[in-house]
């Protein structure tokens, strides 16, 4: 029924936390779809909101780095019809739900934590069939969004708490916790408060905000006393205010607290507290010089998003900050290795220099050979190692960057494992940035791992220099490994990981454990590892500690926060095992996971939440649920929810740009291959994609409606040569498009726009932005780039126009075809694209691992057919016409098959303007 409301205005307020909270308050008008909502959202900040958004509490307590939040916001139906709510909170990805009730009206709707397909089938029961919003979406790299939307009463309210919980994490010296705000509107009461508790003691605490102004700065309140600091910011409603007459707010952005703790003791800090202890180990220990090879993938791909400059950018830093004791080398690869020098150099002021020059010539072209450039540089660490120059206790680590996968030399993925790991035999440590998404990202985490390193995904965006030097300065000062910490077998039955390949310096490594005896007053705490030079080894004793008599007033998260804590990483450390170990391992390793979960209300992979939400109009009780997303769904829904975020303006675009001869699946190339069909379905935030491999010069029918008296035929073309991969790709290079009713006709072809109406002909060319305004037609043309055609009362297209280098040997310019208003045409419509304008039920299962990684296959349910397709993305050019966005989509094979109705060739025509 998600379509049909009887209330004149929707409205919907977001509220989300970050480690935060973002808060959007939109006013659309109701069935008129996404475009209508856009265009309404700017409307709202000049209208009079109604809804009123009464206040938002941001409640944070950390204790010994585990944070509990709760977000209370209330809201406002002041308007005398029931309204929407939509409560939306993003948290981080690492954090889990532990609660969240709506009150309405004095009754309180508490959610429950249940067995993850106990919750399904309960929810499948509740619902219609059809309906697949969950209420947990992925959000940009760290966070994940959680929203619930409620329908309340006139002249009613309703007040959403959320709680979750998270173990901060030590990066590079510091723990961080972010609350991003975005209310959009001015808020009654609005308040964030932070209480953290460190019983080692506060080294350092910074509070500030991205959007603090001077004017808000003063508001940011901070009191730091030994181990314990309170932060809070309560702007009131007029500070909240852009300007003293405004009604838009200054609030927008992220509220970060950074701090660290002070670190005494070599061992660490050892809590022993309500019959469980948690330790945390950082110690403090001397520089170790270091041998580093950087390899860097410089083939054509590194092109996109500007990957290179963002490279060579960042290098330049991480050259500059290479310590004068470390010696460094730096090897470059497409299809070819090339290195900057033969040998390792000492990272002199010279070398630094001469290297930096080296770096910023570096320019893209060719394919990808991971092996050998792999292979090039553990060979020069070798030769420096064997060097007498270099001493002995030294480290050596590689660090690779690449966006691809390996597409020349030796490209099986297991045999390059292999040989890499033969080659460093375990004498140095691999680190693996993979660039993009397009990257074969598990490949990389594995080859990184069988090398006692670890990967990292570098997002595309402008902050990716940040990205790469951060990860280095992480990665670049190894202190200890095979860290392993030891604690009295007799006295602790259920430990999580106590044994560790690497400590970087700035992290932190936490094990947590219940005890057998509450009652302990010496609990022996022994670690040893590998150092460089000599081994490490530190023991201690540490006692139990009475918190509720230290500290009485803070009771709630002391008094069990070690329990949760553990509970916390414990179930971390078996979901992580679910990957590995026999049959048997992961079912137990599961089943614990489950029943912990279960038990102290976390939402995880095994669990979900189930919503009890009211509805004020149908005066029933419903129920959604939220789940915690595996890092598989988050993959596929990362840029789906980028995607949408960016792209709910259009209603229904089905777009459509290239052929290839080449199938998809054996293709690694990224020009050709792509499918060249998509159909995106905002509602669903996903898309499908096919391709229609034909001879060129075939004539297809693309949308037809008898109705409404509208055709739009597409003919391909081919490329101007066979390229010398051996692959002849088809193009769209000319459409026809007709109006029957209004008597227009148009042909766009490469060069030229030629429109018929009454027996009068009038051409437009792509050299020129031109518009044409007709009682039935308007077309605009932006120069060399796109036409938008408008028929009236009935259809919106875009074509884009690919061009190609002149001189290019064999590709040549090609059209893009792009609906972007379709909603007057009949429910007759087909064609190859028509057939999806009313929208096509499908249902996706069984995600599983496909030919080419990271591209899942998964079985699809559609018009009764039972189909394996393939997770892939596609360009859509419509809004950024010359870059393109990636969409991900489902790829439906043989040319559409199961998917479009009848089979491809049923949709050739005879001619441009021909129904037949
Ligand atoms: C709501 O109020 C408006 C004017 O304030 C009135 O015209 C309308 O009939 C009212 N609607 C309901 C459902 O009471
Ligand atoms: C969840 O929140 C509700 C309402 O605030 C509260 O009554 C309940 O005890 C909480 N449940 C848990 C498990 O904390
Ligand atoms: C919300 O509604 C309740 C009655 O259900 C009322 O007592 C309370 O004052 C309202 N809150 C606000 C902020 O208006
Ligand atoms: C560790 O990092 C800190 C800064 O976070 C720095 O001052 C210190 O020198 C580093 N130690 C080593 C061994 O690299
Ligand atoms: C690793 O180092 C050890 C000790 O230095 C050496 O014996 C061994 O051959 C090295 N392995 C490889 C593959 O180089
Ligand atoms: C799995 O759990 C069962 C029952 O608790 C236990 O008997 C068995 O030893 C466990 N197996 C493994 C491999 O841990």
Known sequence: MSGVRTALLLWVWVLALSHGARIIVQDASTSKGPEAAAKNIKIRSTENAK???????????????????????????????????????????????????????????????????????????????????????????????????????????????????????????????VIRVKPEQLVQQFEIVADIYEPQGIAFLDAHGTFITNELLPLVEKTVVDKKAHISFSPTLEQQRECPDCSGTLINGDFIIKYDVARAETIGDVQIVNGYFVHYFAPILPRVPKNVMFVIDKSTSMRDGNKMQQTREAMLTILDELHQDDFFGIVVFNGYISQWKESLTKATIKSVTEAKAYVSQ????????????????????????????????????????????????????????ANVRGAIGGNMSLFCLGFGEDVSYSFLDVLARQNQGLARRIYVGSDAPVQLQGFYEEVSSPLLSEVNLRYPDNLVNSLTTSHYKQLFNGSEIVVAGRLTDNSLDNFLVEVSAQGFEDDFSVSSQASAQDWNLLYPEQEYIFGSFTERLWAYLTIQDLLSKRGTGTVEEKANATAKALEMSLQYNFVTPLTSMVVIKPDADLGSVGSQIADKLTEDERMLKRLQVQQADTRFRVPQAVTMQRSSYASPRSSMNFVDGDPHFIIELPEREDALCFNIDDKPGTIFNLVRDPLGGILVNGQTIGDKKVAPNGKMNTY????????????????????????????????LYWSETASLKGANVDLQVTKDLSLTVNLRDSVRFLVILHKVWKKHPYHQDYLGFYTLDSHLLSPRVHGLLGQFYHGVQFEVKDLRPGEELQKPDATMLVKGHELTVTRGWQKDFHSHTKKGDLVPCWFIHSNGGGLIDGDHTDYIMSGLFKTF
């Open 51 to 177: 809804m009123e958004m009464y206040s938002v509490k941001v409640d944070c307590k950390v204790t010994s780095r585990f944070s509990h939040t709760v977000i209370t916001s209330t809201a406002l139906n002041k308007a005398n019809f029931s309204r929407e709510a939509v409560f939306n909170v993003e948290l981080p990805k690492t954090a889990f739900i532990t609660n969240f009730s709506m009150e309405i009206e004095g009754q309180t709707y508490v959610s429950e934590v249940k067995e993850k397909e106990k919750a399904k089938m309960e929810y499948k029961k509740a619902v219609s069939s059809g309906q697949t919003a969950g209420l947990v979406r992925a959000s940009g790299r760290n966070m994940e969004k959680f929203s619930v939307s409620v329908n309340i009463a006139a002249n009613s309210n309703v007040t959403f708490t959320l709680t979750y919980e998270e173990l901060l994490k030590r990066q590079l010296g510091q723990y961080e916790l």
């Open 362 to 417: 570096i320019r893209q072209s060719g394919w990808t050979n991971i092996n050998d450039a792999l292979m090039k540089s553990v060979e020069i660490l070798k030769i420096g190692r064997q060097d007498h120059k270099l001493s002995e206790g030294i480290v050596s680590l590689i660090i690779l960057l690449t966006d691809g996968q390996p597409t020349t030399g030796v490209t099986n993925l297991n045999t390059i494992q």
């Open 732 to 763: 769209f290079g000319r459409f026809g498009i007709v109006h029957q009713t209004l008597g227009v006709r148009l042909e766009v072809t490469t060069q030229e726009i030629t429109v018929s109406q009454d027996g009068k002909q009038v051409k």
